[in-house]
T-cell receptor, first 115, second 114 residues
Framework: DGGITQSPKYLFRKEGQNVTLSCEQN?????MYWYRQDPGQGLRLIYY???????QKGDIAEGYSVSREKKESFPLTVTSAQKNPTAFYLC??????????????FGAGSRLTVL | KQEVTQIPAALSVPEGENLVLNCSFT??????LQWFRQDPGKGLTSLLL?????REQTSGRLNASLDKSSGRSTLYIAASQPGDSATYLC?????????????FGTGTRLTVIP
């Protein structure tokens, strides 16, 4: 079955450490996205990528980095510069970029907790 | 900037009731509106997508309507079941280019009581 796989599901990090969240899709989607979800807030866009080797900052990119070396993969690194990284992180993909009628498909999420 | 609001934040209903969830948005220049379901600690599952030219979409016991002029969408759930308990989110895709043209509401947490 096609879908999006995020790993790990749970991750604990000490302050000052960088961590990388994995996102892999086998849907042949061009565009991939990273969102952050906090209690009582709507999803906020961190980064998105419409094509391999290209990505754009979203609303809250500070303290995060991404790469898009392969169409299937869009890993997110949470760096030590992110002051409040404890959150639920969601990866998504769609057939085309931000315009148009395409349905977003989400992964199951990764919960990051800073100790 | 597009603001998306979902009221109420939480709703409890007895099993078998029909119910309506509300989503309002401030800018009517949209491409489409999408309803999602999210179970606790899980990702989002797409339920229905309504294009800006459509008035409603149906899937099983779910019916979503869209009124662009008033900036409103509703998700109607017929004959609710305990398995419908989840958080329901709406997301509006705005007619603009750039890094972020998709705006999410904060969701309505639905509990269906057996």
């Amino acid at each position: 079955d096609g879908g999006i796989t995020q790993s790990p599901k749970y991750l604990f990090r000490k302050e000052g450490q960088n961590v990388t969240l994995s996102c892999e899709q086998n849907l042949n989607h061009d565009a991939m996205y990273w969102y952050r979800q906090d209690p009582g807030q709507g999803l906020r866009l961190i980064y998105y990528s419409q094509i391999v080797n290209d990505f754009q900052k979203g609303d809250i990119a500070e303290g995060y980095s991404v790469s898009r070396e392969k169409k299937e993969s869009f890993p997110l690194t949470v760096t030590s510069a992110q002051k409040n990284p404890t959150a639920f992180y969601l990866c998504a993909s769609s057939m085309r970029g931000q315009s148009g009628a395409n349905v977003l498909t989400f992964g199951a999420g990764s919960r990051l907790t800073v100790l | 900037k597009q603001e998306v609001t979902q009221i109420p934040a939480a709703l409890s209903v007895p099993e078998g009731e029909n119910l309506v969830l509300n989503c309002s948005f401030t800018d009517s220049a949209i491409y489409n509106l999408q309803w999602f379901r999210q179970d606790p600690g899980k990702g989002l599952t797409s339920l229905l997508l309504i294009q800006s030219s459509q008035r409603e979409q149906t899937s099983g016991r779910l019916n979503a309507s869209l009124d662009k002029s008033s900036g409103r969408s509703t998700l109607y759930i017929a004959a609710s079941q305990p398995g419908d308990s989840a958080t329901y989110l709406c997301a509006v895709r705005r007619r603009q280019t750039g890094a972020n043209n998709l705006f999410f509401g904060t969701g309505t947490r639905l509990t269906v009581i057996p």
